[in-house]
Antibody
C-alpha cells in the first residue's frame, strides 16, 4: 500500500533553513495534493501548506514568507523548506496526502519527524 | 485566518456512554458552491499521526465506525461518539478548509472515566 516517509535533520540551528523530504512509496505522486503539517511537542496541529503534483502551491499565510515547497516526480518525492528557523519551529513535521481534487482530506500521513531548533 | 475553538479541552466519559466534542469557527465555513460545510474531524492516538474521521462536517471517511458522527453548520459543529469504546481514547481535532487555507482547533483530549 502507499506509504509516506519524512526524512531530514533532527536538529537545526537558529536562523538556519530546514529542508525536509517526503518519499512516497507504493504509489505515484501524480494526481494528488500533498501537504505538510507540524505539531509542537505536546501541542496542536498547524497546517503549513500544500503542493499539487504539478507544482502549484498554497501556503499558510502565517508562514508564507519562510516556506517553499517543491516536487520531484522522478524520485516520487516532495519537499519542504522553512527558512529563518527559531525555537518556535521545534515540532514534529508530518507529510500527508490529500485527494485528487481537494487538498484538505488528509487521509494518509507519514509517521512524522521531530525537528528541534537549538544552537 | 479562520480561528477554530474546541470545547472542552478535555473530556472523561464512561465506556458505552456518549461523548460530545464541540468546535466553533470564527466565521462561517459553509461553502456556497456545494452548500456543504468545510469542516473535518481527526483522531490522534499517542505516538501516531492523525486519522481522518469525518469531512464535509458529517461524511464519514471509509472504514470509520458508525458510532462516530458529525453535525452542525455555519460556525458550530459537533463530533459525537455514540458509545465510547476503549480504543477511542485519543485527542480529537477539527479542521476547517474553507477557501485556500486550513486551520485546526486546539484539540480535545478524550479519556475513559
Amino acid at each position: 500500500q502507499v506509504q509516506l516517509q519524512e526524512s531530514g535533520p533532527g536538529l537545526v540551528k537558529p536562523s538556519e533553513t530546514l529542508s525536509l523530504t517526503c518519499t512516497v512509496s507504493g504509489g505515484s505522486i501524480s494526481n494528488y495534493y500533498w501537504s505538510w503539517i507540524r505539531q509542537p511537542p505536546g501541542g496542536g496541529l498547524e497546517w503549513i501548506g500544500y503542493i499539487y503534483y504539478s507544482g502549484s502551491t498554497i501556503y499558510n499565510p502565517s508562514l508564507k514568507s519562510r516556506v517553499t515547497m517543491s516536487v520531484d516526480m522522478s524520485k516520487n518525492q516532495f519537499s519542504l523548506s522553512l527558512s529563518s528557523m527559531t525555537a518556535a519551529d521545534t515540532a514534529v513535521y508530518y507529510c500527508a496526502r490529500g485527494g485528487t481534487a481537494t487538498y484538505w482530506n488528509l487521509g494518509l500521513w507519514g509517521r512524522g519527524t521531530l525537528v528541534s531548533v537549538s544552537s | 485566518d479562520i480561528v477554530m475553538t474546541q470545547s472542552p479541552d478535555s473530556l472523561a466519559v464512561s465506556l458505552g456512554e456518549r461523548a460530545t466534542i464541540n468546535c466553533k469557527s470564527s466565521q462561517s465555513v459553509l461553502y456556497s458552491a456545494n452548500n456543504k460545510n468545510s469542516l473535518a474531524w481527526y483522531q490522534q492516538k499517542p505516538g501516531q499521526p492523525p486519522k481522518l474521521l469525518i469531512y464535509w462536517a458529517s461524511t464519514r471517511e471509509s472504514g470509520v465506525p458508525d458510532r462516530f458522527s458529525g453535525s452542525g453548520s455555519g460556525t458550530d459543529f459537533t463530533l459525537t461518539i455514540s458509545s465510547l469504546q476503549a480504543e477511542d481514547v485519543a485527542v480529537y481535532y477539527c479542521q476547517q478548509y474553507y477557501g485556500y487555507s486550513s486551520t485546526f482547533g486546539q484539540g480535545t483530549k478524550l479519556e475513559i472515566k
